[in-house]
Structure formats: structure tokens, C-alpha cells
């Protein structure tokens, strides 16, 4: 699970996501997304990271008032089933922004 948030330099948060990466899994009956073993029968997409591959992400962020820097963080983690999570990385960056208005 990828968690991703900015905040300007006064902490106000400008932005928040999150990303999951697993199979996504049906029953054939609909696309609603199933987690039972007993129910998958397909996988409708696969999101998960393969061996060797680089995986890039994009995230637009709006940013409705002028500001010159925005902190930027994004968290890593593995998590074995809902509420049972084990952090892998973090990275926090201070990106420039001055020219992008």
C-alpha cells in the first residue's frame, strides 16, 4: 500500500492518497470485487508489483494558491490482511513549486 500526502511548510495538508496493490478478484457475477478464496473465480486487474520491473507512479496535486515549496511524503507498506500492516519505507521531500504558477 502506497500513501501519499502533501502539506505546505505551515502543515496544512493539500493532499492525501492512498494506493493498493493486489490482484483484484470476481465471483463472475458482477464486477464487484471479492477477497474470500472460496468466491474468486478471475482476476479482473492485477496491480501487484512483479519481480524486476520498475513501477512508476503519477499524482496531480492541486494547488490553488501560490506557494513556493511543498513538503511531500510517501509511505510504503505491506499489509498482511486489513489492520495489520508492516512499513517498508518512507521518503519525505521538499519540492519546489515557485515556477508552476
Given at each position: 500500500?502506497l500513501?501519499?500526502t502533501a502539506?505546505?511548510?505551515?502543515?496544512?495538508?493539500?493532499?492525501?492518497a492512498r494506493?493498493i496493490?493486489?490482484?483484484?478478484?470476481?465471483d463472475s457475477?458482477g464486477?464487484?470485487?471479492?477477497l474470500?478464496?472460496?468466491?474468486?473465480?478471475g482476476?479482473?486487474?492485477?496491480t501487484?508489483f512483479?519481480?524486476l520491473?520498475v513501477?512508476?507512479?503519477e499524482f496531480?496535486?492541486?494547488?490553488?494558491k501560490k506557494l513556493?515549496?511543498?513538503e511531500?511524503?510517501?509511505?510504503?507498506?505491506?499489509?498482511?490482511r486489513?489492520?495489520?500492516?508492516?512499513p517498508v519505507?518512507?521518503?519525505r521531500?521538499?519540492?519546489e513549486?515557485?515556477?508552476?504558477?
Amino acid at each position: 500500500m502506497l500513501d501519499v500526502t502533501a502539506r505546505s511548510l505551515d502543515g496544512k495538508e493539500l493532499f492525501k492518497a492512498r494506493r493498493i496493490y493486489m490482484s483484484q478478484c470476481t465471483d463472475s457475477r458482477g464486477p464487484v470485487m471479492v477477497l474470500g478464496p472460496d468466491k474468486k473465480l478471475g482476476i479482473i486487474r492485477d496491480t501487484t508489483f512483479q519481480p524486476l520491473r520498475v513501477k512508476q507512479e503519477e499524482f496531480q496535486i492541486d494547488l490553488s494558491k501560490k506557494l513556493d515549496l511543498v513538503e511531500v511524503e510517501a509511505a510504503f507498506s505491506y499489509v498482511l490482511r486489513p489492520g495489520d500492516e508492516i512499513p517498508v519505507d518512507k521518503i519525505r521531500r521538499k519540492v519546489e513549486v515557485r515556477d508552476l504558477f
